[in-house]
């Protein structure tokens, strides 16, 4: 009975640290301290048991690193800025410990099932918070609502839809797991279409529909959920339907939809204002790729040449502006920053969790996290940059529990506090 506490206390000593740094992904800076921690632990852990490092799920989380993180040491070669290219590289290494910490941890079934619990929790009470800023134009924190755009805890960033958007799965996952009467099932819908909604950011949209795409593929595989899985779909198509209506008067939302109808159009110029001058993001992204098209330019060094490569007229340059950080398309800023090299490696990463959701074959946690990875990592992402570190802080909270082995033997292993 004693050794059972112990163990118990262990699990959720690792899950409260983990549950911290999803939670801190709220806050813009915040998540990098206990992100630091669990890369202390994590070193430890390997010079501590270098062993554990040969498991299958181990040497599958260290190659997935490797393929991120060789092509941005190849890139230094020919970086544009070599000093924000070695900070950028050399600090990346701390989401090798710390996301093999969670892995580690995440390999304790306990531990496995308590993050996952509490991830779920999170994302309802985000979801909550949200839905209380946006019905009192105040949220529990008392940031507030100005009428165009709802940011919930994420405030003053607009990042909420993001989240929302990748971890989505893993609310109707909490209640289809638990078969829960489908009145809840399309509550919960209801209140992620309608929050996403109102968050009005096309690239979460898109995200949001990748992630019921990969959700109903999980539902359908499984043979015997086949009456859940039109449940659900009704349901999706219910909660879809009120929250369009509830919001189709927001301001805001006409405005970015009426946009959204000018890609239609064919008119270069109307297409580049209607995607927020994104095509002239990626046209200078396209001409620093042919630069320097094998290796790169150097990890987030887009934003330190995009002068030079920009049209003259180009508007991130009008009125003192410098440029952007990044091109706004996770393809193109690979393929810019770390050449063919990292867009190989890249497709190589992506190839193989799409190879693990099909050989999972089950609606499972395990497999909900490799979908949320491969939302995350979309290719045709248009949010936030792929080796900035606030996003990355994310996906390496993802990967390792995508690949966690809960039934391995390292599960077994004493964790050492």
Known sequence: MKGTKINLCEDAFHAVIILITFALLGTQNMVHYPFALMSAIGLWLIIKEPSVIYDKGSRNFFCVFALVWSPMLLSLLGASDLASASKTTFSYIHFLFGGYYVYWASCREKTYRLVGLGVFSLVLFALSDALIQFIFAIDLFGFPYDGAVLKGLFYPKERLGLFLAVLSPLALYGVFKRQYKSVYSVLILSMIVLILLLCVKRSAWIMFGLSMLGFSYLIWINHRSTKKFMAMGFGILIAFTLSLVAVMYTPTYHTKVTLSSSFSSGDLQKIDIAS?????????????FLSEPIN?????????IYAEHADPNDFWLRDGRTGQNHPHLQLL???AETGVVGLIGFFLIYLFFLREIIREANISMKAIWILAVLVAWFPLNTHLAFYGSYWASFVWLLIPLALAQPSAELSRKKVPI
């Not at 927020?276 to 620093?288: E, K, P």
């Not at 330019?297 to 934003?303: E, L, N, V």
């Open 276 to 288: 927020n001058y994104r095509l002239s993001l990626w046209r200078t992204g396209t001409r620093i």
């Open 296 to 304: 790169g330019i150097g990890a987030r060094g887009y934003r330190h």
């Open 333 to 335: 800023e690979i393929a």
